[in-house]
Structure formats: C-alpha cells, structure tokens
C-alpha cells in the first residue's frame, strides 16, 4: 500500500517524461495521474489515521538495514498538501496551455520527491527525494524561458544546492556519530552522542532547511526567483517545495534533535522574530504583486519557526496548521495575482484576508493556533511580536489589494477554468476558517508523532 | 589519516567558496564542483571503519561500505546537476552574450525599473 502512490508517480513521470506535454489531452491525464496518486495517498492515510504508522522495508532486507518506507501522521498531512498545490497550479497552467512539452512530467518528478521525502524512514533516503525534488525545481524556475527566468533559475539554483551540499554533510556526520542511516535508530542513538558533535550536525541540517523556507538571514534568493518565475511554479514553489522545510526541519528537530532544539530556542526565536519584521517591513514597501507576496512569504515563515522554537505538542501542532494555510494562502495568491475579474478579485481578497488573519477567513485559525502557543510559553515578547507582524501583514495586504482593484480591467483575457482552481482553493480556504476542527484534530495527531512533543 | 582528509575537505571547501565568489559563471560553476566533492569527500571519512575492498570474498577487517554507496550516489547527484547547470550558463549566455554576474545584475536593474514604471502608469490610471 505504501509502494502505490510512488510506483503511480514514478511510472507516470517517466511515462509523461517522453510524451508531449503542450498537447492539451496529455497535460490533462498529467493532471488525472496526480489526482490518482492524491486518492491513493488519502487512503492509505484513512488506514494510518485509525492503525497507527506503517512501514515497509525494501528489498526484504531486516529492519534497520534496508532503506524503510514509513508513513505516519505528520507525513501524510504534508505529503497531501503538497500534492493537491501540485494539482491545482498544474491544472491551472493548463488551462492557460503549457509551454513546454516536460512541464507535466517535471511537476510530476517533484511530486514523487516530496511525497518521497515525507514518506521515508531513512536518512539518506530523504537526501535522495528532497534532490529529486529540487533538481525539478530548478528545472521549473527556468519555465518560461525569458532570460529573466533563467536568471532566476541560475540564482535559485545556485543558492539551493549550497543548501543540499550542507544537508548532505549533516547526514553523514549524522551517521558517522550514531553508526545508522534509519531516522528512529539515529533518534534511539542520539542521547549518546557527544553535545558538540550533535549541535554541529543539527546547524547544518537547520541551514538546509532554512534556505528552502527562505528564512531570514538565508532569505536572499528568494525575491528575485518569484518575482522572475511565472504564476504557477511560484505557487508550487512556494505552496509545495518550501514545505520542504518546515517538514524537514519539523521531522529532524522533533524527531532527531529534540534536546538540541529545546536548547536553541531562544536563537530559534530571534530568528524567526527578525524574519517577521524584516519580511513585513519589506513587503510593505514594494510595489508589484509578486515581490510583495515574496516578502511576506518570509514573514510566514517565522511565525511557523516561532511556534517550533516554542516546541510541545502546542507549538508543533500550531507550526503544523500555520504552514497548511501558508501553503495555501501562497497558492491561491500567485495563481490569482497574474489574472483579473470578479470572482479572481474575490479569490484575491479572500487569500489576502487569509495572510491577514481576519476571521472568518481560514489565515485567523492558523494565527489563533501561533497565539494559543506564545500564550503557552507565557512570553509577552512572542505576544507583541505577533500583534506586529500581523498588523504589518494586514497593512501590506490590504494597500495590495487597493492597488489591484485600480489596475486596468482588461489586461489578460479571461478563462473560466482558472476561475474554477482559483474559487476550489478559495473555498477550501473559507471552509477551513469556518470549521477547523478537521484541521486542528488532524496537526495535533500529526504533532504526536514527534517523540519532541511529549516533553 | 583523519587530519589529512580533514585538510583536504578544508581546503576544497575553501577553494571552492573562493570561487564562488568570483563573478564569472563559470568559475562559480568550478566552485561549486569543489564544495561538492568536499563533501563527497567528507562522507567517505565519515566511515565507521577501514580495511580491504568489501568485495566478496571479504578479506580481513573491510572498510564501511555504505559510506561508499552513499558517496557514489552524491556524486551522481552532483555529476547531473552540474551539467543542469552548464546548459543554465549556456542559456543565460546566448541571451546576454556574457557570463558575468554584472551583466545580469544590470539586466535585473533595468527589469525593476520596467517593473516600477509599468505600476506608476497603473496608478496614475486609478
């Protein structure tokens, strides 16, 4: 069962990888083969939901030895959100007619990284996924094919495989200090391993990590590739790829570094505050669309490594439910920002609102979530610190909002089926603020996964 | 031998961030080979022991050979992403006719004023 959603994705990425993807029926079945995957994940996560993990190891090796397929709660939360902002920015590209015969397969590739990566239960394994992931990436950042985009792509790819070579070294300082690749055999071992040794290893692994959420002091390539690249692949960017790193760093903090992360909470916290500030600051003083939601992109960020510093079940459940909305707050954002007319004017509002907070609106849930955990550390900083990023959040979105409603009406000819992506993510955004309970439920069975939450 | 690899990692790692730094492409590209073969030779020292090829029939105490796997496949890893690249330059090069980062950093510049100038327009039409 677990095998199903990466053997569908990987025999339709190679498959699609040699067909046309501009002909508009082989871009639709692209869609249909991702849809089929998303069904298979859900319902292996029905079985996970009420049984509890499932694991498989491959090639009949014993446990430990042989590369492990695990699939838990807070796997399959980020694995069925990537796909489904994989989904709907592909169908929404689409619609408006694919420029490049390997655009299906290339989302397709990133789709069997990232449900890869939040499927496996070794080490390595997930360097493996997370490069399948990224190496489509950069290939997709280039989509397009202006020189602006491949300017982009250069910078983007540059700066991320940086970021890859880092990760690569802590895994294997990793292995080198606890003498196994399988990610619950490192955390049995972990207690044992000399304090100077794990916190180097931890830094490189969080820098991975953090120059994929584009954090603040690795956030420097980030404007210029989603500003550069065109609407959809900055949702996927945004919406599925950064959730590489809250994922990661999710897993490897919980999981692996929990005594770590406890003990650089407070460095965590200044971060994560700088980011708030720094990236409302700036996205309150941009002009254009894409540059704005680039900026307050690397606000959100914070807010989800706020609620990691604040760590328990609170603060990773909250982390968990802040970076859903944010996937999808980005998405709904970068699709609609390129369109215009009524029901994408709405869409436009309705994620603005969300990035704001404004109930009744889905954002306020994930909002609600981050304040419920700084009044769990009783801090007052964490309080005031929230209170500003939101208004400067409410400030920027609502003069982009302004300046979209005055823009000239007919600049980009309408096309009722992006109508239809938009409005589908607009309502779940809706539906979300409006009963949570699924969602909330969901994160903190998630959050319990991590041995890191039970302190 | 730990201190000679140590050395060695140091000193690609150097290199190579030397580099990247510069401001032709190429070059960068030649850095960011060398970082990743530092790594790729961190990993191997990363080893939990050494001894005789682990090829069957083992002889003696053999050297780890999952470090070795792990290596082979960065390298393949790095190999592919470094030809991605090579084809980005080439790309960026036929439009530009330049491989230096001011160049691109100028067509950036002029790209944000387009940017600029385009929304005034907008809002001086609202």
Redesign the interface.
Same mark, same amino acid.
């Given at each position: 069962m677990i095998e199903l959603p990466l053997a569908i994705l990987w025999f339709g990425a190679v498959i699609f990888a040699l067909l046309d993807g501009t002909n508009l029926k082989v871009a639709w079945a692209s869609v249909a083969v991702l849809i089929a995957a998303l069904v298979s994940i859900v319902i292996l996560g029905v079985s996970v939901y009420q049984d509890g993990t499932q694991s498989v190891t491959a090639g009949g090796w014993a446990p430990g030895i042989g590369i492990t397929l695990r699939v838990d709660m807070l796997g399959l939360v980020f694995a069925v959100l990537s796909i489904s902002v994989l989904i709907m920015a592909l169908a929404f590209e689409v619609m408006q007619d694919v420029r490049a015969r390997v655009f299906p397969a290339l989302v397709m590739f990133m789709a069997i990284g990232l449900t890869g990566l939040c499927f496996t239960g070794d080490a390595?394994n997930f360097y /493996?996924f997370f490069?399948i992931a990224m190496?489509s990436a950069? =290939?997709m950042t %280039?989509y397009g094919?202006t020189? $602006?985009q491949? $300017?982009a !792509?250069?910078t983007f &790819? /540059?700066v991320n495989?940086?970021g890859s /070579?880092f990760f690569? =070294?802590g895994i294997? !300082?990793l292995?080198?200090n606890t %003498?196994w690749?399988d990610m619950n055999l490192i955390a049995q071992q972990m207690p044992q391993v000399a304090r100077n040794p794990a916190i180097l290893s931890a830094t490189f692994i969080f820098v991975a990590f953090s120059i994929k959420l584009g954090l603040f002091p690795f956030h420097f390539w980030l404007p !210029?590739v989603y &500003?550069g690249t065109r609407g959809p692949v900055a949702a996927m960017l945004s919406g599925a790829l950064a959730n590489i790193g809250t994922y990661g760093i999710l897993r490897f903090g919980g999981e692996i570094f929990p005594r770590e992360l406890e003990k650089s909470s407070m460095v965590l916290m200044v971060l994560a505050s700088t980011s708030i500030v720094y990236g409302g600051l700036q996205a309150l003083s941009r $002009?254009?669309a894409n540059e704005v939601l680039a900026y307050s992109s690397i606000g959100q960020v914070g807010y989800i490594l706020a609620a990691i510093a604040v760590g328990g079940k609170v603060g990773f459940s909250a982390a968990i439910v802040f970076a859903v909305l944010n996937s999808l707050n980005k998405t709904l954002l970068f699709l609609s920002a390129g369109q215009r007319g009524v029901i994408v004017g709405t869409g436009f509002a309705i994620g603005a609102f969300s990035v704001a907070g404004v109930p009744p609106v889905g954002g306020f849930i994930g909002k609600l979530a981050v304040f419920r955990a700084a009044a769990e550390e009783q801090s007052i900083f964490l309080f005031s610190l929230f209170l500003v990023g939101s208004a400067l959040s409410f400030v920027y979105m609502f003069q982009l909002y302004r $300046?979209r409603q005055?823009?000239?009406e007919s600049e980009e000819e309408h096309r009722v089926g992006t109508f239809a992506v938009i409005g589908v993510i607009a309502v779940t955004i809706v539906a979300i603020g409006i009963w949570p309970e699924p969602l909330l439920v969901l994160s903190e069975r998630a959050a319990d996964v991590l041995p890191g939450a039970a302190r | 031998m730990t201190l000679i690899l140590s050395l060695a990692v140091a000193i690609l790692f150097g290199s190579g961030c030397y580099l990247m730094l510069k401001h032709d492409l190429i070059r960068l590209l030649v850095g960011m080979v060398l970082i990743g073969n530092a790594a790729n030779l961190f990993i191997m020292s990363a080893g939990l022991q050494t001894g005789n090829a682990p090829i069957y029939p083992l002889r003696g105490t053999v050297a780890d050979p999952l470090v070795q796997s792990m290596t082979l496949t960065a390298i393949v890893i790095s190999f592919s992403v470094s030809a991605l690249v090579l084809a980005l330059i080439y790309r960026l090069y036929s439009s530009h006719t330049a491989t230096t980062l001011e160049v691109f950093a100028q067509a950036e510049e002029a790209q944000a004023e387009i940017d600029d100038q385009s929304e005034e327009l907008v809002e001086g039409a609202g």
């Open positions: 390595f /493996v490069e190496i950069y =290939i %280039g094919e020189p $602006r491949f $300017r !792509a250069f &790819t /540059v495989l940086l /070579v690569l =070294i294997s !300082a292995y080198h %003498g690749l !210029a &500003t $002009r254009s $300046r005055w823009m000239d | -």
